[in-house]
């Protein structure tokens, strides 16, 4: 397994594909459901980089077999950039069924669209 | 007593509604339709669900719910009156859907939530939908 993947399982990517680069400076979280009181448990906050990335959103020794949310702060970071946004925010609710594999979650983004897939 | 908090409370009274209960709704400016692209057809009878956000108690209010037709649409989804602006989320069953084909789906469900700021205009939320990724746009 490659060693800088060993320690992050869930990686997330967006892109802001109406102006066709990285969105930065997306605030965004990641929480698992807690099963037994069924609620959202929040693990991480982070904002993303120049890239459009957010590293250490969650370690290896972390990560359990479950239900995941990533939510996105889509209203806030068109807001930034003097736009509306027909999304408010963009949760992607996943479900971890093997600790061997590493889910890339992207997100590409317009104000008006967005679309997301099970990446490697 | 607001008019919103009035259609709110008419909300809970109306929710029991189901769009598929509806013979021949009147045009609904809110519509959907989700497509399977995974196998390249409608998604046809998938669960889904209408809420609207009480500004009030930042809670959600189930406005309708009911399933795709053969088409993979759902007409009826709310009346012109009932369109008020808010903040609004389409929740699909997704992993359900996929369970009844007989596969897992990444994604146990799907929730939509968008901004309605002028009701008058028609607004189309479709789902593009596989057992990996799903896809979404404001359409008209």
């Known amino acids: 397994m490659d060693p800088s993947k060993d320690n992050r399982p869930i990686t997330t990517h967006v892109l802001n594909t109406a102006d066709g680069v990285p969105a930065t400076r997306m605030a965004l979280s990641l929480h698992r459901l807690n099963t037994h009181m069924m609620i959202w448990n929040l693990l991480a906050v982070g904002t993303t980089d120049e890239e459009g990335r957010c590293a250490g959103l969650i370690s290896g020794e972390n990560l359990s077999l479950g239900m995941y949310k990533l939510r996105f702060e889509t209203g806030q970071y068109?807001?930034?950039?003097?736009?509306?946004?027909?999304?408010?925010?963009?949760?992607?609710?996943?479900?971890?069924?093997?600790?061997?594999?590493?889910?890339?979650?992207?997100?590409?983004?317009?104000?008006f669209s967005y679309s997301t897939y099970k990446g490697s | 007593?607001?008019?919103?908090?009035?259609?709110?409370?008419?909300?809970?009274?109306?929710?029991?509604?189901?769009?598929?209960?509806?013979?021949?709704?009147?045009?609904?400016?809110?519509?959907?339709?989700?497509?399977?692209?995974?196998?390249g057809v409608p998604g046809a009878g998938m669960a889904l669900s209408l809420h609207r956000l009480d500004p009030c108690t930042e809670t959600w209010n189930l406005l309708i719910s009911g399933a795709t037709n053969d088409d993979g649409r759902c007409p009826g989804l709310i009346t012109r009156e009932a369109f008020i602006p808010g903040v609004y989320k389409m929740r699909f069953e997704t992993g359900q859907y996929w369970k009844g084909l007989g596969e897992t789906c990444f994604y146990p469900y799907v929730e939509i939530v968008f901004t309605i700021t002028d009701p008058s205009q028609k607004f189309h939320v479709p789902l593009l939908l596989s057992r990996f990724s799903y896809s979404t746009y404001r359409g008209s």
Not at chain 1, 86 to 101: D, G, K, M, R
Request: charged share 10%.
């Open chain 1, 78 to 111: 068109w807001e930034n950039l003097g736009q509306t946004c027909f999304y408010p925010y963009v949760e992607c609710v996943f479900s971890i069924t093997s600790l061997e594999q590493h889910v890339h979650l992207p997100l590409l983004l317009s104000r």
């Open chain 2, 1 to 39: 007593m607001t008019s919103q908090r009035l259609q709110h409370i008419k909300d809970h009274i109306l929710a029991a509604n189901t769009c598929t209960e509806m013979a021949t709704p009147p045009p609904s400016p809110l519509s959907t339709h989700v497509l399977n692209t995974g196998r």
